[in-house]
Structure formats: structure tokens, C-alpha cells
């Protein structure tokens, strides 16, 4: 009924920068908190970044003052802008959402099929 599809994922050298995209699409009522998690083999997977519906944002220590979540509700769209990558971001990146669909309002949780992010001189 929901479905997440990640974008924008790819092979960047250190130091470089990608955007991450995840949009939503379906029979959709109401979209609430968001996230981007990564997995890496033999890891298990971990929150990278979050935000409310409000705006409200968290951030893995690792990752903040160079990693930044958004999110655009018109579009039911979530962004991930990664700077100043290092090698150890290399890592499957996956989309998260709590989402209530139409004619339904508990919301139920959808993840995205993953994009992969490779950094690498």
C-alpha cells in the first residue's frame, strides 16, 4: 500500500558529498516521523539521522555537523545530505517512515529497499 524508493546513492571519493533521496508514494493520509539508517555486513542496522513531522531532528554522534535530514510534506519526501564523507560511510543506506495510509489511522512502519553509498579513493 506504502511504498519508499531511495535515490542518489553512489560511488564518491573522501571528502566528496552525496544527497540522499527517499520519496513516498501510495494510498498515503498522513506521513509522521522519518529516518535514514545504514548497514554494513555482520552490522546490525543503525539510526543515522530522524525527524518528526514537526522538524525535530537527531543525529548519530558520528555523523553530526556534516550530515543533515529534511524533509519537503508536499512531495512526501525525505532528504539526507552527507559532506564530508569518509570511508567509513560506506555503508547501505535505508528509509524509514511511520505512515497511516487513507481509510486507516494507525500508522504503520515502511522501510525503503536501500541505496548504496561507497566511498573510496
Known amino acids: 500500500q506504502v511504498q519508499l524508493v531511495e535515490s542518489g546513492g553512489g560511488l564518491v571519493q573522501p571528502g566528496g558529498s552525496l544527497r540522499l533521496s527517499c520519496a513516498a508514494s501510495g494510498s498515503i493520509f498522513s506521513i509522521y516521523a522519518m529516518g535514514w539508517y545504514r548497514q554494513t555486513p555482520g552490522k546490525q542496522r543503525e539510526l543515522v539521522a530522524h525527524i518528526t513531522s514537526s522538524g525535530t531532528t537527531n543525529y548519530a554522534d558520528s555523523v553530526k555537523g556534516r550530515f543533515t535530514i529534511s524533509r519537503d510534506n508536499a512531495k512526501n519526501t525525505v532528504y539526507l545530505q552527507m559532506n564530508s564523507l569518509k570511508p567509513e560511510n560506506t555503508a547501505v543506506y535505508y528509509c524509514?517512515?511511520?505512515?497511516?495510509?487513507?481509510?486507516?489511522?494507525?500508522?504503520?512502519?515502511?522501510w525503503g529497499q536501500g541505496t548504496q553509498v561507497t566511498v573510496s579513493s
Open positions: 524509514n517512515a511511520d505512515v497511516a495510509i487513507e481509510r486507516l489511522w494507525v500508522p504503520d512502519n515502511y
